[in-house]
């Protein structure tokens, strides 16, 4: 088990996996929300077959797996039914989350999640890395990536906590606005160093 859990968040577009990735490079163990969102409703589990009951079929695809894009419209437009869906998955995502940082082989873990705080998760980390951009970066990038509207990229933006109540909860933060991959792989570097110290220093005075 990792002595140290990161928590590692940011707003649509601001870089997040990117920065992840560097820290994988450097031997680090990474715990992806996102990956975990997918598992817990691949086929043959039973949160599928609950999606399934409560929603019907149409949720599903021809091959059995989640309907995503049709699902993601369905509780954007509906707080109860997105309620409902956050009230299944939230508690098994945070289950597997606590699971494999148990099993983080590496002196310290990263868990990425970009709700990290929306959905209180920052309260199973020691510390919150946030990477930071301007709303406008983040529309021209996300509508670059995921061929969205703007329309469709504010309204995720609004969804999520607001930049600055996503940057009082930080307690390191990496800007990523109009910086280099080379500036933010440096960042990154500058951060592993200053994390393997805290492990290093709460094992001297434990």
């Given at each position: ?79 109860k ?22 099993q983080?082989?590496?002196d ?6 970009p ?11 020691r ?7 301007s ?9 670059k ?10 309204a ?25 991959l ?17 492990v290093?220093n ?5």
């Amino acid at each position: 088990m990792s002595d140290l859990i990161i928590g590692l968040t940011g707003g649509i577009g601001s870089g997040k996996s990117t920065v992840a990735n560097f820290f994988a490079d450097l031997g680090v163990d990474i715990i992806d929300a996102d990956i975990i969102a997918r598992e817990v409703v691949e086929v043959g589990r039973p949160a599928l077959s609950a999606i399934k009951n409560q929603f019907g079929s149409e949720y599903l695809l021809e091959n059995g797996q989640l309907n995503r894009t049709l699902l993601r419209q369905r509780v954007f437009s509906d707080q109860k039914d997105k309620k409902w869906l956050n009230n299944l998955l939230h508690p098994l995502i945070r289950e597997q989350l606590i699971l494999q940082t148990k099993q983080a082989k590496s002196d310290y873990c990263i868990v990425v999640a970009p709700l990290l705080i929306e959905n209180n998760l920052h309260t199973m980390v020691r510390r919150v890395l946030v990477v930071d951009i301007s709303e406008a970066q983040q529309i021209a990038r996300t509508c670059k990536r995921d061929n969205n509207s703007i329309e469709q990229v504010e309204a995720i933006i609004a969804s999520q906590v607001s930049r600055k109540t996503r940057l009082a909860q930080a307690d390191e933060v990496i800007t990523n606005d109009q910086t280099s991959l080379k500036d933010v792989k440096k960042d990154v570097f500058h951060l592993h160093q200053y994390y393997l110290a805290l492990v290093a220093n709460e094992k001297r005075i434990n």
